[in-house]
T-cell receptor
């Protein structure tokens, strides 16, 4: 799986959009970008994923650059409950057992009142 | 559905003791995983299973054993606990499908301390 690079930490004012960047310059054509978050030592929670096109769901939007070397997770109106560690993960399918997720250290997002 | 449940939530072991961490899912998922997370770090895969009777090693399997006799249950066994196994353990599961549609569901974790 391709390596990802994320900032260690970010702050965001409550009610504002939180934009979390991720670099994955070695991504290959069949690799998906996944985002998970982990709130205060709870189990990680799936947020969103994408391949080439931008994606949006009820939690967030995912913007992937045209060359797919980077992406941005957008939380449109951050709340205090969005304070968490956010993980950007690039995954490829490689056979049985391939649904493994390789978690880096992620970005610690702090939403400030 | 309860999702993925784990017991116990907390446990303190003495060096050399053994224990089993329980994991159960009620979503009929065929893939199940055990991860550990050390303080300030990401999750590392210990073992995984693609179905009942089938298990395989992940990145950090030493000191652990697993079994998968049913679809629902995937217990993790520590035989001789060591301080290096102090960590938070997460169980996860997915329904096998096309990549890009498979999201992992995680349990709440078991916090283990070995003294």
């Amino acid at each position: 799986d391709a390596k990802t690079t994320q900032p260690t930490s970010m702050d965001c004012a409550e009610g504002r959009a939180a934009n979390l960047p991720c670099n994955h310059s070695t991504i290959s054509g069949n690799e998906y970008v996944y985002w998970y978050r982990q709130i205060h030592s709870q189990g990680p929670q799936y947020i969103i994923h994408g391949l080439k096109n931008n994606e949006t769901n009820e939690m967030a939007s995912l913007i992937i650059t045209e060359d797919r070397k980077s992406s941005t997770l957008i939380l449109p109106h951050a709340t205090l409950r969005d304070t968490a560690v956010y993980y950007c993960i690039v995954r490829t399918y490689s056979g049985a057992g391939s649904y493994q997720l390789t978690f880096g250290k992620g970005t610690k997002l702090s939403v400030i009142p | 559905n309860a999702g993925v449940t784990q017991t116990p939530k907390f446990r303190i072991l003495k060096i050399g003791q053994s224990m089993t961490l329980q994991c159960t899912q009620d979503m009929n998922h065929n893939y199940m995983y055990w991860y550990r997370q050390d303080p300030g770090m990401g999750l590392k895969l210990i073992y995984y299973s693609v179905g009942a009777g089938i298990t395989d090693k992940g990145e950090v399997p030493n000191g652990y054993n697993v079994s998968r006799s049913t679809t629902e249950d995937f217990p993790l066994r520590l035989e001789l606990a060591a301080p290096s196994q102090t960590s938070v353990y997460f169980c996860a599961s997915i329904k096998q499908g096309v990549v890009g549609t498979d999201t992992q569901y995680f349990g709440p974790g078991t916090r283990l301390t070995v003294l």
